[in-house]
Every structure is written in structure tokens, then in C-alpha cells.
């Protein structure tokens, strides 16, 4: 991804608070982030879904346009972690065979939330 590394740990109320002056928000009880791309663009994305990926986990976001709709089918992944006091931090994956595994497992995830969907069953 083009993005550079992205921090989503600071306080919702005050992003100076981790010192990282990112600008980035997240929201998680509402299941939303803000992302502050290099170009200082801010994009509000939906969370669909946090998983693991050989003992590491990984972060799908939706962008959202200013409607809260996605038109373009994009998806962003990136890696996800906890700071030591459980603020969720956000980083690109820069390996490609990493990213790879990571775009993979989350097609599976897709194709898996379908079957289930057309069964009328919930997702497993």
C-alpha cells in the first residue's frame, strides 16, 4: 500500500496523546477508523473484520466516502496490534508474500461470510 505506517493508538478525544502526531482516530465502538494518509487525506473507513494470519493479526477496513458508502470495492489490509495499554495500532505490510497470505485469508473470509449468507446461516 502507498500509505505510510499509520498509528491508530492515540485517544479518541485527543490524537496528541501518543505523541506520534498521526492524526488517525478509531473509533471501536462504532466500528470505524479515520486513517491520515501521507498526503494528510483523511479517509473514514468501516472495520470489517480483524483476523489472524500465521500467529499474526490483520486488519480489514472499507473506505467510506463522505455518504458512508463504498463505491469502489476497495479494501485497505494492514497489520494490527495492541500497544502494552491496549490501544490498537495500525502498520502497512510491507513484504509482499506477507501481504499476500494476509489479501488470501481475508478472501476466504469473503467467500466463507457468502456461502454462509446464501445458506441463511451466520458466518463461521
Known amino acids: 500500500m502507498s500509505e505510510e505506517f499509520i498509528n491508530a493508538s492515540c485517544s479518541p478525544s485527543d490524537c496528541a496523546s501518543c505523541g506520534m502526531e498521526c492524526g488517525s482516530r478509531m473509533d471501536e465502538g462504532h466500528n470505524t477508523i479515520t486513517l491520515t494518509l501521507e498526503d494528510d487525506t483523511e ?4 472495520i470489517l473484520t480483524i483476523y489472524p494470519v500465521n500467529k499474526k493479526d490483520y486488519i480489514a ?5 463522505e455518504n458512508g458508502q463504498n463505491q469502489s470495492g476497495e479494501v ?4 494490527f496490534s495492541r500497544t ?4 490498537p495500532m495500525l502498520s502497512n ?3 509482499d508474500q506477507e501481504y499476500d497470505a494476509a489479501a488470501e485469508a481475508f ?5 466463507n461470510a ?11
Do not use: W
Not at 477496513?61 to 466516502?65: A, Q, R, S
Not at 485497505?76 to 497489520?79: A, D, K, N, Q, V
Open 43 to 46: 479517509v473514514e473507513c468501516a
Open 61 to 65: 477496513l472499507l473506505p467510506l466516502d
Open 76 to 79: 485497505y489490509l494492514y497489520s
Open 84 to 87: 502494552e495499554s491496549g490501544d
Open 93 to 95: 505490510i510491507e513484504d
Open 107 to 111: 478472501q476466504a473470509i469473503v467467500e
Open 114 to 124: 457468502k456461502r454462509a449468507e446464501e445458506k441463511g446461516q451466520a458466518p463461521e
